[in-house]
């Protein structure tokens, strides 16, 4: 706020709605030196300046609602049959915004389905040569689809156009034969045409059938239809169409692509279609002269007309159509049969898809206006953005809300009422918002003319101050009387630019005006101000300033007091150039209660110890008395060793020191009078002694200084004995088993010899076993004689 320099109340409010405008008197409010601007500033900054709240001028928007006739509660079956004109679908109608700068205005808008709500459809079909078989199956269309509809709505109507092409070359034939029959062969055509309304909107199906059935096919030379110059008559001439304020169906039938805009200049066509209605005798008449339109251009005239249209195209340009359809809002595609059989099913299933899909739309916003958008659809569905717009799923007799909220971020040039309209896609009904934009104060309604207040009566009286102008609307208005200049008209003009009164600038009639801080109007000194909306200069002569007292721990005065002509002000329990020594003795008390522990001072909040054994903030603290080492002893246990009774709670318990490790006793420090320490030996539970240094440093630090190795009694190594008394009696035992083989060689060599022995001694010879007896027994014949 104080950044932006405003000059008046009016200027103040628009730059930010926190901003306020103090009409405090100059002399109680405003400090020597000050500009007028300083009386825009945030409303608690103006509160610490001592700008009472009655004295801030701090307008705010509000929202007023003009027209709120609840939505329509009805069935189909029950009550009396309404008017297109009885039946709301959106609550409220008529809102008034008055909007500040920066300030949003919010309100809800309610959306509901009626049932039975009354339905225009337009069928626009292609008959072009190659549709010949849908016109077959589209001239009983007209009952049969009164009859579907029936289940929808009680109150429908329906009628017929047809388009082919633009009958100019090169996409019609223009030879005279052509012209009256396009078709080849032996078949019979119509001669060619843009577009024919041929069924203006109405109730009577047997009426859509019999026309319908008249009509006759025709042709053109390419394959691209003409299918956008029809669409767009269809959508701006709603007299000869015979549109109703309900909803508006158009359905769009062909075979083929389409013509855009550009393509007529294959025709010699360069005039852009200019979008309004020409049609004489139900036919359209300018095709030859304009262009076809844009899809853009389509999109708007659809849009503005309250049209939700239905693309019943067949298989083959079904890509084509649904890349359409996302440009087209409140449109949908249907895949067509060949021969348009299921143009009914296309129709209700097109018709159920977007009737259950609200999305909000507004018209043209003023410049510097934005409007945000949030759905609360079915289910809790809350939709933000983009999808703030809209609802879907929505089944007739639901009912949804939005919240709106229209924020203006400047006034507008001229202050004049705006209005915007905010509607749902393809419906008639709308929501008007009219907008008025607060864009001065109450008190520059009610300046006092000739005011005391303005240096003896040379101007208005306004806000706080007498103005020399004031910006409303970007114009600038005088306020001072005539030749009268300055902050409070005290100035002649003549006197503007006069020596003397820049010498009533200068301090002790220095060099310097106004301290080189601040510029001379009118004699007196009218400060600079400084990017930082928190710094400023002030004094008679500029002399003074609110940032350059002294600093502590970064911070202005200690963060406990304030800046005033650079010199601080301390806060209560603050003193010091910097306000950094605090009065307050409770930060010095002992555990004991006593101040520094009886064995100090407490200056500035802080504890100085008289007795030099002593250290701690409240001097608690004595690393040299008796008693350290052992207090101390089993958490430098647990944190250098992982050992001792605290081991399980060393993180918890012991995390008051910081550790530092040594490798031996002779790096561990040595006692000096700045920072006295206790050298300490002590025992674990394994006989081993460890040795550290405890002491506390001027910061009020513990740290212990720790030999990182134990030193432990020899233990006998047991492996060794072990492996020792192994070896040996294994060793015995192979000295054994020595033993008793030898004995045993000596034993069986003596057994051996004694056997040889025996068997030298032996009185048998080796060549007879005396105990052999042979197995042949010899018989003599007495009776032979040997011859």
Not at 361 to 371: M, R, Y
Not at 499 to 524: E, H, K, P, Q, Y
Not at 652 to 660: H, P, V
Request: one cysteine or more.
């Amino acid at each position: 706020c104080i950044k932006a320099n405003a000059k008046s109340c009016g200027e103040c409010i628009q730059v930010s709605e926190k901003c306020g405008w103090c009409t405090d008197h100059v002399s109680t409010f405003l400090k020597q030196g000050e500009p007028k601007s300083a009386r825009c500033d945030d409303l608690e900054s103006l509160k610490k300046k001592g700008c009472s709240v009655a004295k801030i001028e701090n307008p705010r928007g509000s929202q007023t609602v003009d027209k709120d006739v609840p939505v329509t509660n009805r069935s189909k079956a029950g009550g009396k049959k309404l008017t297109p004109e009885q039946i709301t679908q959106i609550q409220p109608q008529k809102l008034t915004l008055n909007l500040r700068s920066g300030e949003a205005q919010s309100f809800n808008l309610k959306f509901k389905r009626a049932e039975d709500y009354p339905i225009d459809l337009y069928y626009l079909m292609d008959l072009s040569y190659s549709m010949k078989d849908d016109l077959e199956n589209v001239k009983n269309l007209g009952t049969s689809l009164m009859y579907e509809m029936s289940k929808i709505t009680s109150d429908f109507r329906i009628g017929f156009g047809s388009f082919v092409e633009k009958t100019v070359m090169p996409y019609i034939s223009t030879t005279p034969a052509k012209l009256l029959n396009p078709c080849t062969g032996d078949q019979n055509c119509t001669s060619p045409f843009s577009y024919k309304n041929v069924l203006k909107l109405t109730n009577d199906g047997q009426q859509f059938n019999t026309l319908v059935g008249q009509q006759q096919i025709s042709g053109n030379l390419d394959s691209p239809e003409g299918g956008f110059d029809a669409i767009m008559q269809v959508a701006v001439c709603g007299e000869q169409i015979g549109w109703r304020n309900v909803t508006r169906l158009l359905v769009f039938s062909t075979d083929a692509g389409f013509h855009f805009a550009g393509d007529g200049k294959l025709g010699g066509i360069v005039l852009p279609n200019d979008g309004k209605c020409h049609l004489e005798n139900n036919m359209y008449t300018m095709s030859h002269y304009y262009d076809y339109p844009s899809i853009a251009h389509l999109v708007q005239k659809l849009s503005d007309n309250n049209i939700q249209t239905i693309f019943a195209v067949t298989e083959e340009f079904q890509p084509v159509y649904k890349e359409l359809k996302n440009l087209i809002p409140k449109s949908a595609v249907g895949t067509l049969s060949a021969n348009s059989s299921n143009v009914i099913n296309l129709i209700i299933d097109a018709y159920n898809s977007l009737s259950s899909e609200v999305i909000l739309e507004n018209s043209k916003l003023p410049d510097g206006v934005t409007i945000a958008y949030q759905s609360h659809c079915k289910n809790g569905v809350v939709g933000e953005g983009e999808n703030g717009r809209k609802c879907s799923n929505i089944s007739i007799g639901d009912e949804v809300s939005f919240n709106i909220s229209v924020t203006a971020h400047k006034c507008p040039k001229q202050n004049k009422p705006e209005t915007i309209k905010i509607k749902p896609l393809g419906f008639t009904e709308e929501v008007e918002i009219v907008l008025k934009f607060i864009c001065e104060c109450e008190c520059q309604k009610t300046g006092e003319a000739n005011s005391k207040m303005c240096h003896n009566g040379n101007g208005t009286f306004e806000c706080g101050l007498g103005v020399g102008f004031r910006v409303i609307y970007s114009l600038p208005r005088p306020r001072c009387n005539d030749g009268r200049v300055g902050r409070l008209c005290e100035c002649s003009s003549d006197e503007v630019n006069s020596d003397d009164l820049d010498a009533n600038c200068r301090r002790d009639n220095g060099t310097d005006i106004c301290s080189n801080n601040g510029d001379c109007v009118c004699g007196t000194c009218e400060c600079k101000k400084r990017d930082n909306p928190e710094e400023r200069y002030s004094g008679e002569y500029c002399e003074c300033d609110n940032f350059n007292c002294d600093r502590s721990n970064n911070k202005l005065c200690g963060g406990h007091g304030r800046c005033e002509c650079r010199v601080c002000i301390c806060d209560t329990n603050y003193t010091g150039s910097a306000c950094d020594c605090s009065l307050d003795t409770t930060t010095c008390l002992a555990s004991n209660k006593q101040i520094c522990n009886g064995r100090g001072n407490c200056e500035c909040g802080t504890c100085k110890c008289t007795d030099p054994k002593f250290q701690g903030p409240t001097c608690e603290i004595c690393p040299t008395c008796p008693g350290v080492c052992a207090e101390h002893k089993d958490c430098v246990q647990c944190r250098a060793f992982g050992t001792g009774e605290k081991k399980e709670t060393c993180e918890r318990d012991c995390g008051y020191f910081k550790l530092i490790k040594v490798k031996d006793r002779d790096k561990l420090p040595q006692p000096v009078q700045a920072f006295p320490l206790m050298h300490c030996k002590e025992r674990d539970n394994n006989d081993c002694w460890f040795y550290y240094t405890y002491m506390v440093d001027n910061n009020t630090e513990k740290i212990v200084h720790v030999v990182e190795k134990r030193e432990c009694p020899d233990i006998a190594d047991v492996l060794p004995i072990v492996a020792g008394v192994v070896a040996g009696i294994v060793l015995i035992g192979l000295a054994l088993l020595l033993i008793w083989k030898l004995l045993m060689i000596i034993h069986d060599r003596r057994e051996f010899a004694k056997f040889e022995k025996e068997k030298m001694n032996a009185r048998w010879d080796t060549g007879e076993n005396p105990i052999y007896k042979s197995a042949v027994t010899t018989v003599v014949n007495p009776k032979y004689e040997g011859k």
